[in-house]
């Protein structure tokens, strides 16, 4: 008898409960074998996140997910997901892959490494060893693209705790990058046999970690994600990766501009409309109220000159460093500065619209601080000049900052 979508859902629940309490995963793949047959990677998705929404901790589902992957394995390698080669899951599934050769690359060194009894015998396999670490370390553009592309619009259709979790490991394996860079980096700063332990340790996380999570993400994440976002979705996504870059190893066939084809075949959902006050920008929409309260919220004063040289606006910051009264509005920026220093900033604002330069900056000393002032030239999307920004910040205390303060470390 087939198991309705309903009851294959609290089975499957079931199932990761029961590996949650310790049973044995081969013990529930036999028992579920039958129930599983048919599911969706979107299904899967989704009852995690119910499982976490109900107070299973996310960390405990993120460990779980190796355990329930030896239950589900045999199944989601049966399902392919197909994409034209533009298509970003195609581009992130092609890095996926040249990434765990890299892995395989660092096991063979490190393995190799094992063999000899000093560093300079392991001289040329040191320098593969510093262009693996090089390769991982710019691999982070493919973590970037995920978090701050991929897992949004996951997210806008309700698939939130997924991405969690992948966040959760990209951390962990972006650990593990940092200490192989520093490792290689640093190799003569540490005995030999350390050198061969720590090296050992790393590939080999690097190869669990990496092998586990691609596969989750390529056999999970990404055919849900194209169950639920659509073709115009997937467009914004593809523009959004070429913003933020490639990686030095993605191959540049795959990075070119799209072609027209549609990657995927999706109805578009109905346009939604603008609400009212509300100015939309292109990367989001604010109101005026919270236009200005953000611009008064920045740690820094600013004055918007327009391509006339007329004072248009400035900000309300709450201490400024220079008087600004709304007195200006209107005025030549000329007439807001020294007869003596006129001739430079008419030089500035030549060299802006001439696009000879498009910043200028100063410091100065006032009442014991130190004072950054800062000229950018303002262009439209077409590189033509319709203004000059000027950015003052108070750096004092700025300057004083040394080594680092992380966010985990805020309230301490």
Request: proline residues 4%; charged residues 30%.
């Amino acid at each position: 008898m087939t198991e309705s979508p309903q009851n294959k859902k609290k089975i499957l629940k079931e199932l990761i409960k029961q590996l949650h309490s310790g049973v044995q995963p081969q013990e529930i793949k036999e028992r579920f074998k039958n129930v599983l047959e048919g599911v969706t990677p979107l299904e899967i998705s989704r009852i995690e996140q119910e499982l976490i929404q109900e107070g299973m901790p996310r960390e405990e589902i993120r460990r779980l997910c190796e355990v329930h992957l030896t239950v589900f394995r045999e199944q989601l390698e049966k399902q392919s997901s197909k994409t034209f080669p533009e298509h970003p899951i195609h581009i992130l599934m092609e890095e996926h892959k040249i990434m765990l050769q890299l892995s395989e690359k660092l096991t063979n060194v490190a393995n190799r490494i094992q063999t000899v009894n000093n560093l300079n015998f392991a001289h040329n396999d040191l320098e593969k060893l510093k262009h693996i670490a090089k390769d991982f370390q710019d691999s982070e553009k493919h973590y970037l693209r995920e978090e701050n592309v991929l897992f949004p619009y996951l997210e806008k259709h309700g698939i939130t705790e997924p991405p969690t979790i992948m966040w959760m490991e990209h951390n962990q394996i972006r650990e593990k990058k940092k200490q192989l860079h520093s490792l290689v980096e640093n190799y003569n700063n540490i005995s030999f046999v350390d050198f061969q332990k720590q090296i050992n340790e790393i590939a080999a996380f690097l190869n669990n970690m990496l092998s586990n999570h691609f596969f989750k993400e390529n056999k999970i994440l990404f055919p849900a994600a194209q169950r639920v976002i659509d073709n115009d979705e997937w467009k914004e996504i593809r523009h959004e990766f070429d913003e933020i870059g490639y990686c030095c190893f993605t191959p540049p066939q795959l990075i070119a501009s799209p072609s027209q084809t549609k990657m995927v075949q999706k109805i578009k959902p109905q346009a939604i409309l603008p609400k009212k006050n509300v100015l939309q920008f292109e990367t989001g929409a604010l109101s005026k109220d919270e236009i200005e309260a953000v611009l008064n919220t920045l740690p820094i004063d600013i004055t918007f000159v327009d391509k006339n040289d007329m004072v248009k606006y400035f900000n309300k910051a709450e201490e400024r460093i220079f008087v600004r009264t709304k007195a200006v509005i209107g005025r030549k920026v000329q007439l807001c500065h020294p007869q003596k220093s006129l001739h430079i900033v008419n030089k500035i604002l030549n060299a802006f619209k001439t696009g000879e330069k498009d910043a200028a900056e100063f410091w100065i000393q006032k009442d014991d601080r130190l004072i950054h002032i800062r000229y950018f030239a303002v262009r439209d999307k077409n590189g033509k000049y319709i203004g000059t920004l000027e950015v003052t910040q108070d750096i004092t205390e700025l300057k004083k900052i040394e080594g680092e303060r992380r966010l985990l470390d805020w309230g301490k």
